[in-house]
């Protein structure tokens, strides 16, 4: 039987039929991020950029319309859960089988796979995504700037290096998460991985960089 999922369920069901979830750690620092709440409390604290009627979803001057029966197997479902950068609407997308992220500006909606764990500075985000059906183009751990425009500086995908979990940052340059070599996590070991800026690139490491130290 095919199933609905949304991103924000996505993540901790997924792997292999494994259990997957965000650390602590990265639960923490996406909350503190951007103050995450259910739709209704954010459009009372925002009535000038959210707005709901029905099925339709107003963000910015950009409507998302709820449709189809997820029981059948064709839906979409949208949800504004947060404010980014005092910019960005957030918004949890959902489809059948899939999901997906969306950074709502004035002009344009931005996919990203999920919700972005921005960096100490604030300068750049993580995003991490995996999906055993592998529709998503944002599959794996990317790397990304939020200026002037959110932009992906790199991308680890599923085919390299399967996502599991976020541990977190180290500095700007460095982001450390744990992922499975090869597609089929159920049957590779999981460990720890390293995504630094060196030489003016995103370059992946099995080994612990000095860069990247707690």
């Known amino acids: 039987m095919k199933r609905f999922f949304s991103i924000s369920v996505i993540l ?17 620092a996406i909350q503190q991020d951007a103050g995450l709440r259910p739709e209704a409390e954010l459009a009372a604290a925002y ?23 997820c029981q059948t197997g064709d839906c979409d479902r949208y949800r504004a859960d947060g404010v980014w950068k005092d910019q960005y609407v957030g918004v949890d997308v959902s489809y059948y089988e899939e999901g997906d992220y969306f950074l709502v500006d004035s002009h344009d909606h931005i ?7 921005s960096s100490p500075s604030g ?13 998503s183009p944002y599959q794996g751990a990317s790397v990304w700037e939020w200026e002037p425009a959110p932009r992906r500086l790199r991308i680890v995908d599923t085919d390299l290096v399967a996502f599991e ?11 450390e998460f744990i992922g499975a070599r090869g597609y089929n996590v159920e049957y590779r070991p999981a460990r720890t991985f390293w995504l630094a800026e060196q030489d003016g690139d995103w370059r992946l490491s099995e080994e612990q960089l000095a860069m990247c130290a707690p």
């Open 12 to 28: 901790p069901l997924l792997a292999g039929c494994t259990s997957l979830a965000w650390s602590p750690h990265a639960k923490t």
């Open 47 to 69: 009535p000038n950029l959210i707005s709901r009627r029905g099925p339709v979803l107003a963000v910015r001057g950009q409507t998302f319309t709820d449709r189809g029966d």
């Open 111 to 117: 996919p990203i796979g999920s919700r972005p764990i």
């Open 123 to 135: 300068r750049r985000f993580f995003t991490g995504h995996h999906d055993d059906r592998r529709w």
């Open 165 to 175: 979990s976020f541990v977190g940052w180290r500095g700007d340059s460095c982001v």
